[in-house]
C-alpha cells in the first residue's frame, strides 16, 4: 500500500496498491469530489502504473493541477520509493 499527500487540490491523500505487474488496485481518494474520484478510481482499476500516469499527467482544474494529475504524481513518487529503497 502507498500513501501519497497531495498537493493544490480538493482531496488530501490518495492511496493505492501495486501488484507484481505494475497495475493499480484499490485507488482512494481521501477528501475531494467523491463521486468523480470513486469514477476515476475504478476507471484507472486494473491499468499499469506507466498508462495511468501518461494519462492523467497534466490534467488541470484548480491550482494548475487536479485530482486525476496528483494521482499522476503519487505514481512518479511510488516509482521514486522503488528506487529509493533498491539503493
Excluded: W
Amino acid at each position: 500500500m502507498f500513501t501519497y499527500t497531495t498537493s493544490g487540490t480538493c482531496s488530501r491523500q490518495i492511496i493505492f496498491e501495486v501488484d507484481e505487474q505494475n497495475k493499480l488496485h484499490g485507488v482512494k481518494f481521501i477528501g475531494g469530489c467523491s463521486g468523480n474520484l470513486q469514477g476515476v478510481s475504478k476507471l484507472v482499476e486494473g491499468r499499469t502504473i506507466d498508462e495511468v500516469e501518461s494519462l492523467l499527467a497534466g490534467i488541470k482544474c484548480k491550482n494548475n493541477t487536479s485530482c486525476p494529475d496528483q494521482l499522476s504524481k503519487a505514481i512518479v513518487a511510488y516509482k521514486k520509493s522503488l528506487t529509493e529503497n533498491t539503493k
